[in-house]
C-alpha cells in the first residue's frame, strides 16, 4: 500500500503532546494512518502506546498537537493560531466524533447484566439514534461476522474471555467507524484463546478497514500489518515496512527491544 497516495489520512496526529502531571507521556508524537492501512504499535510497557490510542478518540484528553479523524478534528476546534486558539468541543461533538473511531481494549467492559445483543444495540439506538429493530438486524449481521451468533441471548459472564472480546469488537463496529484502535486485546486471554481473536481482526485487515494496534504480538504484527510504528519513552522512534522494523532496525533502542523479544524476556 502506499500511503502516500492518500490525499486526506483516515487519522492524522500531528505534534501530540501529553502529561500526566510532571510526567510526560507523549512527547510530541506525529502519524499519519492512510485509509485501508494496519498499522501495528509496538514498544516496551509504559512507553504511551495505550495513552496515544486514548487521545486518539479523546478518552485523554491532551495538551498539545492536533488530532484529525476523516479529515475533522477531534477534542478540539482551531482558529487562525493554531495551538495557541484551540476551542473545546462540545460534549455532543465529542460523542459524535468519537463513533467515527471504535476502540477495543484490554478488558472486555461489557455490561454484565446486558444480553450480548443489548451491548451492541445499546450505543447506536442512543447515540446514533438508530431504532431497535434496525440495530438489531446489524447486530445479528456481526455477531455472525464474529462467529457468535448463537450468543445473541447471552449473558457475557457465560462466554470465554475469547468470545466476550469478540463481542467487544463486533459493539464497536456497530458504531460503524472510520477507524479502529485496538489496545492489547489479546493481553487478558488465555494463550488458547488469542488466534480467535487475532482471526477477526486478520478479516478486518483483509475488508480494508483502517486501524491501529498495539500489540506485544510480534508475529502478527510483523505478517499482517502494513506499517510499524515503535514506540519508547513517549516518542516515535521508529517507523517502517514490517521487513525494515524487525530485519534491519535503525534504533539501537529498538533493536535492544527486538532481542529481548526474541530471547523471550518480558517486554
Known amino acids: 500500500m502506499s500511503v502516500e497516495t492518500q490525499p486526506v489520512p483516515e487519522i492524522e496526529i500531528t505534534d501530540l503532546s501529553k502529561w500526566f502531571g510532571n510526567q510526560k ?4 508524537v506525529s502519524l499519519k494512518v492512510g485509509k485501508g492501512e494496519a498499522l501495528a504499535v509496538i514498544g516496551p510497557s509504559g512507553s504511551g502506546k495505550t495513552t496515544l490510542l486514548r487521545c486518539t478518540n479523546f478518552l485523554e484528553d491532551y495538551q498539545q498537537g ?7 478534528y477531534i477534542g ?12 473545546r468541543q462540545s460534549e455532543q461533538d465529542i460523542a459524535m466524533m468519537r463513533t467515527k473511531v471504535g476502540m477495543v481494549f484490554q478488558s472486555f467492559n461489557l455490561f454484565p447484566h446486558m444480553t450480548v445483543l443489548r451491548n451492541i444495540t445499546l450505543a447506536p439506538t442512543k447515540i446514533l439514534k438508530q431504532s431497535l429493530p434496525e440495530a438489531s438486524e446489524t447486530a445479528m449481521q456481526l455477531l455472525e461476522r464474529v462467529g457468535l451468533k448463537d450468543k445473541a441471548d447471552a449473558f457475557p459472564a457465560s462466554l ?19 477507524a479502529m484502535l485496538f489496545d492489547e486485546v489479546t493481553s487478558a486471554l488465555d ?9 477477526v481482526i486478520r478479516e478486518l485487515i483483509a475488508e480494508g478497514m483502517t486501524m491501529m494496534i498495539v500489540t506485544h504480538e510480534m508475529s502478527f504484527a510483523r505478517a499482517f500489518s502494513d506499517r ?21 532496525p535503525d534504533s539501537p533502542r ?14
Open 25 to 28: 507521556v507523549l512527547d510530541d
Open 66 to 72: 492536533t488530532i484529525r479523524v476523516a479529515g475533522q
Open 76 to 87: 478540539y476546534q482551531y482558529k487562525e493560531g493554531g495551538n495557541n486558539a484551540r476551542q
Open 160 to 178: 470465554s474471555g475469547g468470545q466476550q472480546q469478540r463481542v467487544a469488537v463486533a459493539r464497536a463496529l456497530a458504531m460503524r467507524p472510520k
Open 191 to 199: 494463550p488458547e484463546l488469542v488466534a480467535e481473536v487475532l482471526d
Open 228 to 248: 510499524v510504528v515503535f514506540m519508547a519513552g513517549g516518542k516515535v522512534l521508529e517507523v517502517g515496512t514490517p521487513e525494515k522494523i524487525f530485519e534491519s
Open 254 to 267: 529498538l533493536r535492544t527491544f527486538l532481542d529481548r523479544f526474541r530471547k523471550g524476556f518480558k517486554i
